[in-house]
Each structure stands twice: as structure tokens, then as C-alpha cells.
């Protein structure tokens, strides 16, 4: 499965419900310049590609973090809450991995809660 194949199929199958709750926690724990720095990254290196590798077990595992455990902003979304993706693993298998991207995508208006 191609890269934003996956990306799509997770957003797809990502409640609603969900999808605002994660946006609101990324909202209320990081501030304008993080927000600037991931639409610069998207500029640059186009929606589909846009985590560099180093971005991705730097900032992406803190976010993936104050995702599960918020520091403020209430309970967080545990990885046993998100739909599984067969598809991709083959098994029952959800973690943030497949998720952040698009809940980032959102907080900064690349993408829709209801797409």
C-alpha cells in the first residue's frame, strides 16, 4: 500500500469524533510557532511527503505522546482507541503512527474534520 493510500484509509476510518478531539489536544499544548514550522515542512516537501524521517522520531513521537497523555486539554486517545488497520498490518493492529500526520494536517487547515 502506497504511503498516502495508507494516509487516506486511516482518515477515513478515524471517527469524527475522534479527529476533533485530537486536534483540540494538538491546539491547546503547542503554540503558533510549532503550527508554522509543520505548514512550512508541508511547503516544502508537498503534502504527501512532507515528515522528514529525523521529524518523524523527534517532534512526530512527541506528538504522538501529548496525544495519548495530554499535558493539559484533558484525557488523551489511547492507541486502543483508534480503528485498526488490516489492511495496511495484516492484524488488528492501531497506533498513532497512522494518525498523526493527518490530525497535524488538519490543526493547521490542510485538511477538513469532515473529509
Known amino acids: ?56 522520531f523527534g517532534q512526530g513521537m512527541e506528538v504522538r505522546n501529548i496525544l495519548r497523555q495530554p499535558e493539559i486539554g484533558g484525557p488523551g486517545i489511547f492507541d486502543s482507541e483508534l480503528p485498526p488497520l488490516p489492511e495496511y498490518y495484516g492484524r488488528e493492529i492501531s497506533n498513532w503512527d497512522d494518525y498523526y500526520i493527518q490530525v497535524l494536517e488538519c490543526a493547521v487547515g490542510i485538511r477538513s474534520l469532515t473529509d
Open 1 to 56: 500500500m502506497e504511503y498516502n493510500e495508507l494516509n487516506e484509509l486511516a482518515w477515513s476510518k478515524l471517527p469524527t469524533e475522534l479527529r476533533e478531539r485530537a486536534v483540540n489536544i494538538l491546539l491547546e499544548n503547542f503554540g503558533d510557532p510549532f503550527f508554522i514550522e509543520v505548514s512550512k515542512l508541508i511547503w516544502e516537501n508537498g503534502l504527501n511527503n512532507w515528515i522528514p524521517e529525523f521529524w518523524h
